[in-house]
């Protein structure tokens, strides 16, 4: 059972495959956090693909798909895995259908006007990758996470330039993802815009009731 969530940066699908992860029992991959491990880590492939990172850019697309996809072959998920930021071209569409074929592809839908203030408002826990929101979901101390006690930053990638680039990229190679999956009625569209617990219960409905 794969499960892929779409949705524009700060869209809450990060938030929200946390979530369904610890419903379902299914491991949460998120594609952006397995490159800022390997930035972090200084390898050979996080040097090569930090500056795409950082300006919110896609970077060499051939590449980062074995690198994913090797990543899931690695933990061996038996029974799945909820998958987030990937596909984020045709290509990795074509790829990921070729490799695993989803069973469910859930746009998460928020207008642009929202994103920039959720992003601003973004902390994250470089230890685990906890996902924090300053106005609606604080942690208990500031700057420290609850989950781990790791410590709270804003992404480099959270700033304003990179934020435009991400939502541009969002249109230029994301949106003809989610076209193709529509077109094919493989797509479930849910509304982003209501309260964190409001979009998991149309998430579960999208996912475990069908
Ligand atoms: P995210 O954590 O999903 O917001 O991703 C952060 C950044 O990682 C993106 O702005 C891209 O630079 C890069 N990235 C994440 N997933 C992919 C992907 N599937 N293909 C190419 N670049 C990606």
């Known amino acids: 059972m794969l499960i892929v969530l779409l949705g524009k940066p700060g869209s809450g699908k990060g938030t929200q495959a946390v979530m369904l992860s610890e419903k379902t029992g299914l491991p949460h991959l998120s594609s952006g956090a397995i490159l800022r491990d390997e930035i972090r880590e ?28 090797s990543y899931i072959e690695r933990k061996r998920y038996a029974s799945g895995f909820i998958l ?26 928020v207008p642009d006007d ?7 408002q973004r902390l994250t826990c470089a230890g685990c990758g906890a996902i924090y929101n300053t106005v609606f979901h604080p942690p208990s ?11 709270l930053a804003q992404r480099s990638d959270d700033n304003d330039e990179a934020i435009r680039k991400r939502l541009e990229i969002f249109r230029k190679d994301v949106q003809p993802v989610i076209d193709r999956y529509r077109d094919a009625n493989r797509l479930i569209t849910i509304d982003g815009i209501a309260t964190p617990s409001e979009v998991f219960t149309a998430l579960k409905n999208a996912t475990m009731n069908r």
């Open 84 to 109: 987030d930021g990937f596909p984020r071209t045709i290509y990795q569409a074509e790829e990921l259908d070729e490799q695993y074929r989803p069973a469910r592809c859930v746009l998460i839908d």
């Open 42 to 69: 200084r390898t050979p492939f996080g040097l090569r693909i930090e500056e795409y990172v950082l300006r919110g850019e896609i970077g060499p697309q051939e590449l980062i798909t074995d690198v994913v996809f």
């Open 114 to 120: 929202l994103i920039v203030d959720r992003i601003s």
């Open 141 to 151: 101390a500031p700057g420290v996470c609850d989950s781990c006690g790791g410590e």
